[in-house]
């Protein structure tokens, strides 16, 4: 029998009540009754025999003993007891015997069931007293019985309908499970995650473990009808029960990945075309190119001095393409250690290796997945990951490191290098082909000293950038600093120009920008302030103006060339005579 409500059962105790009572009325003859502690009477049947101006709240003092002693009580001469002489519910009713049996569930006295009769003899008492009081204590035993059924049952009703409504208001995704598979409850959550948008009534499941562990959960592979699933949750066995046999418990996989991305993102410079300053023609027509291959799912390759922009130039493909609303995830191969960047690409699952988190970790590649995946640096990764990357872009999917589980991609792929990759292909440390995979759509960068329009309209920026920020007034420049910032090569680029406003901000007096608040480095980039009578070696001539002729031209294979013009040398030669110098240093 399926119990739905409390109410049916209480009912259901009242009709088994009235079975057993009814049936030992018939038994003896008498009067027979089912009292609570309180004297409210139950059930009832046969003759009342109670005194007409008592309440059904007395308890008679029979009951009261039967309460005290918790053992059954039985009188045989009503007048001669004072139980029933002298009792306010029984003492002008002319009673000969009483039987009065207590109701005991767990240790406990419920009630009392009690039986009268007027006289014991065999006209008016069907069967023997004395088997007519084991009799009423067996019946005692089975209204006991039955009390306990039925009060274990509303608990147990009650424990799942509170268990229900507690499945039900989860924010974690629950659905819970019968023996044959079916899904019994399923709340909300579980099915907004798993794109549910039909009515569930008994479907069936398929629930099956990957073997991965992340963040302290199991991977589970979850299918109900066609759909199928991927969560990271924990199976729960319900015990003792008949509708319920499984729960399992499951996490929100897109509120994992956002707190991990909120918690790991390094993303600053997110911008969109209106944050790339600049009038010149070749920053009209990078903006130009953005446009145009924003909505592609081409992989990109972004070029260009330290300083440009490189990762803004990311973020305004990704904010312009059908991507935007997904995640921008970077991860810069040159800042990571080359024995954590496989791990921090890829993820890894409980036990991978000695030292990773034993939770396991998502990786940036997965993190990414339906968004955008920019790498920087890419020239600083190791050989070995290139071909691990290669076959990313090749067959769309990754694992785990210590997973043999295989999770579909699609994510873009934006990379980014201030190294001459095909120098570094000559040299064997780049993968050939991983470059002209990533190469698909080439963005170069000039430098900013080849883009002497956009200087000006860059510095106004940052003066009146910082000039907010700090809380301070801007009032003008002095026509010299212009000259002057035009002038120099900055080869740091954009990034230099930008500390170099944010120095001069910090410096100005009375909102006035003069050649006082230049750096030095800017004001006289080239003095070495040399005594008069010290003798600069050639060697040290020499790469000074190496140095020069880089930092105007850039260190890329077109400004080199450049270089090497402009030095009146031969390309190999100047290759030869920059070997081994630390060209950073020297900067």
Known sequence: MKFTSLKDLTAILKKEADRYVSMLADIGG????????????????????????????????????????????????????????????????????????????????LGILGTTIKEINKESLAIDFDLYTVIARQTAGFISISYKNIKDREEHLSTLDIFEIVVRNMEEGAIVIDDQNRIQIINKSAKAQLGIDWIIDQDSIAITKTGDKLADSEEFKIKIANLESTVFGTIFQVPDNHNYNSIIL????QAMKSSIYEATSTTINVADLDKIIGRSKETKKLKEDIVKVAPSISTVLVTGESGTGKEMVATAIWKNSDRKNERFVAINCAAIPEALLE?????????????????????????????????????????YLQSKILR??????????????VIPLDVRIIAATNQDLREMIKQNTFREDLYYRLNVIPIEISPLRQR??????????????????????????DKDVIEKIIAYPWPGNVRELEN?????????????????????????PYN????????????????????????????????????????????????????????????
């Not at 000039?467 to 301070?472: I, W």
Request: hydrophobic letters at 40%; proline letters at 3%; aromatic letters at 8%.
């Open 343 to 383: 791990s921090e690409l890829f993820g890894y699952v409980k036990g991978a290796f000695t030292s990773a988190d034993p939770r396991g970790r998502m990786g940036k590649f997965e993190l990414a997945n339906k968004g955008v995946i920019f790498l920087d640096e890419i020239g600083d990764m190791p050989l």
């Open 30 to 109: 008498g009067y027979v009754e089912l009292v609570d502690l309180k004297g409210r009477i139950i059930s009832k049947a046969g003759k009342l025999v109670r005194n007409s101006d008592s309440k059904d709240q007395d308890l008679p003092l029979a009951y009261k003993d039967v309460i005290k002693s918790k053992s059954q009580v039985i009188i045989k001469n009503g007048q001669a007891n004072k139980l029933l002489s002298q009792c306010p519910v029984f003492k002008a009713s002319n009673i000969q015997g009483l039987i009065a049996t207590p109701i005991i569930v767990d240790g406990k006295v």
């Open 452 to 477: 002497p329009d956009d200087i000006k309209e860059l510095f106004y920026y940052y003066i009146k950038h910082y000039s907010n920020l700090f809380g301070k007034t801007f009032t003008k420049v």
């Open 392 to 405: 990313v872009i090749q067959e769309k999917k990754i694992s785990r490191i210590g997973s043999n589980q």
């Open 250 to 253: 499951f996490k929100d996989i």
């Open 528 to 587: 070495l302030l040399l005594k008069e009578d010290q003798i600069t070696p050639l060697e040290k001539l020499e790469q000074k103006e190496i140095l020069k002729a880089l930092n105007i031209f850039g260190t890329n294979t077109r400004g080199k060339e450049e270089a090497a013009k402009a030095l009146g040398i031969g390309i190999a030669t100047l290759y030869r005579k920059i070997q081994g110098l630390d060209l950073d240093e020297l900067k």
């Open 500 to 524: 170099a406003c944010e120095y001069m901000v910090n410096m100005m007096e009375f909102g006035q920008i003069t050649l006082k608040t230049l750096p030095r480095s800017i004001y006289n």
